[in-house]
């Protein structure tokens, strides 16, 4: 495993400026889950960890400035910022790690060719499912609270079934029921029909 790189990566992140549900807090999540389901697989482990460390680094403007790339779909600009910080430290799986970046957004529909960005992917899916995920959909300013709630039927309750591992599967099985639990609940609650006796 190659430590110096994986610093380096690390301090990146400390100088870019990543906030909301995209913040380091999350990116640290995304790392952890593919650590698991990499422990249970052959793969590169040193580009899943590196991948998933920089995965959001083209949500930056202050990464985007430093290396000249043009704002546009987050998943490709931090590709391209993922492999110009890793050439210009000789990294020599820096395309490997660009090209998991690059794919690893839902909203691009792109079903991953090497195990390591399918890691990646399930990992960064496995983020917004869960209780993490129903925190992180409320916490996103855009939308009121019925365009909240239909994201969950929109996006998050089809996620279990676009896992490509074993275990990214079974971990999304768990996260898959705490939000069909909490939808149930939610639903039961907002409809509810309190009567009010005002003769008493």
């Known amino acids: 495993m190659n430590e110096n790189i994986i610093n380096k990566s690390e301090e ?30 052959e793969c590169d482990k040193e580009v899943v960890i590196i991948s998933a460390l920089l995965h959001d680094i083209g949500r930056s403007k202050k990464m985007l400035n430093k290396y000249n790339i043009k704002k546009g779909h987050h998943a490709n600009t931090g590709a391209k910022i993922a492999y110009e910080f890793l050439k210009s430290l000789n990294y020599p799986k820096a395309k490997e ?38 925190m992180r959909v409320f916490a996103d300013e855009r939308g009121d609270i019925q365009g909240k709630i239909q994201h969950f039927y ?32 939610l639903h039961e609650e907002m409809n509810q029909k309190h009567k009010i006796d005002i003769s008493e």
């Open 12 to 41: 990146l992140l400390t100088n870019a400026d990543l906030d909301g549900n995209h913040d380091l807090e999350h990116i640290l999540r995304v790392v952890y889950n593919a650590k698991l389901i990499a422990d249970t697989v």
């Open 97 to 134: 790690v660009s090209y998991a970046i690059s794919v690893h957004n839902f909203s691009k529909g792109v079903i991953p060719e090497t195990i390591e960005a399918k890691i990646l992917q399930d990992a960064d899916r496995l983020d917004a499912i869960g209780y993490v995920g129903i």
């Open 154 to 185: 929109d996006k998050l309750l089809k996620l279990k079934d676009g896992m490509h591992t074993k275990k990214g599967k079974e971990l999304a099985e768990e996260k898959h029921e705490r939000i069909e639990k909490y939808l149930k609940g």
